[in-house]
């Protein structure tokens, strides 16, 4: 199984860097994803990483290190509508997701 | 193009009612998924389905039962619920490789009475 850990709540203030870190312990990696959700919303693909180093899209960064069970998301120049609770994702052999229970980040002005 | 589509939104039911959860996807993805999610514990996978005519349990898969007749149809049958199964359900579906991510329905919010 799974055990996927990441802070609960952020706050950061408008046009800042935000970096919600993410840590997990897996019988078999195959991959890992964050996901970003607004309230009442369904959950929304971000990132993708399954070899060590960077992914960057655009304001979106996203790190892993299979050799410490760690990624990050890196949000820069936050917008309001960045608000949203970002989920770590870690995908097994048989391509089943694990889900961290999400980091509420709140972007204030 | 509608992606994945969920029925109801929401719904209320009283204890020991069955109730069938709809998800339908038009991708024609191989893969399809039931979750649900709860304040604090984030998303639980329920059942999945690899491909037509195969299910499988994934971590909360107790009071829950799933059919896979065809590539695009994949309902989530609670035979008689309780109210633990309270709960925001959501379906998603993708394709079996590397690099594919699930895509979610919109979610069907359930009220156990």
């Known amino acids: 199984g799974q055990n996927i850990d990441q802070p609960t709540e952020m706050t950061a203030t408008e046009g800042a860097i935000v970096q919600i870190n993410c840590t997990y312990q897996?019988?078999?990696?195959?991959?890992l994803f964050w996901y970003q959700q607004h309230a009442g919303e369904a959950p929304t693909f971000l990132s993708y990483?399954?070899?060590?180093g960077l992914e960057e899209k655009g304001r979106f960064s996203s790190f892993l290190s299979r050799s410490k069970g760690y990624s990050y998301l890196l949000l820069k120049e936050l917008q309001m509508k960045d608000s949203a609770s970002y989920l770590c994702a870690v995908r097994d052999q048989d391509y089943k997701l694990s889900f961290g229970a999400g980091t509420t980040v709140t972007v204030r002005a | 193009i509608a992606g994945i589509t969920q029925a109801p939104t929401s719904q209320i039911l009283a204890a020991g009612r069955r109730m069938t959860l709809r998800c339908t996807q038009d991708m024609r993805h191989n893969a399809m998924y039931w979750y649900r999610q709860d304040l604090g514990l984030g998303l639980r996978l329920i059942h999945y389905?690899?491909?037509?005519?195969?299910?499988g349990k994934g971590e909360v898969p107790d009071g829950y039962s799933v059919s896979r007749a065809n590539t695009d149809d994949f309902p989530l049958t609670l035979a008689s619920a309780v109210p633990s199964q309270t709960s925001v359900y959501f379906c998603?579906?993708?394709?079996?490789?590397?690099?594919?991510?699930?895509?979610f329905g919109p979610g069907t919010r359930l009220t156990v009475l």
């Open positions: 389905s690899n491909t037509a005519g195969t299910t």
């Open positions: 897996t019988s078999g990696f195959n991959g």
């Open positions: 998603a579906s993708s394709e079996v490789g590397d690099a594919d991510t699930q895509y």
């Open positions: 990483n399954v070899l060590d």
